[in-house]
């Protein structure tokens, strides 16, 4: 897990014919990922059916 206090990206990506996003989170001092996570159709998603 990332910690709060680092500066970091946060990437919701769309994989095609897969439902949902996955939210990735990346240092922005290092660039290391420090988190991968899948978010189902309606699991914090912005925007809905984009």
Do not use: I, Q, W
């Not at 990922?33 to 699991?43: A, I, L, P, W």
């Amino acid at each position: 897990m990332v910690s709060v206090s680092a500066p970091l990206y946060s990437f919701d990506l769309r994989v095609d014919g897969k439902p949902g996003v996955y939210e990735v989170h990346v240092d922005a001092m290092t660039g290391a990922v420090g988190s991968v996570e899948h978010e189902g159709v309606g699991e914090g998603e912005l925007g809905g059916g984009r």
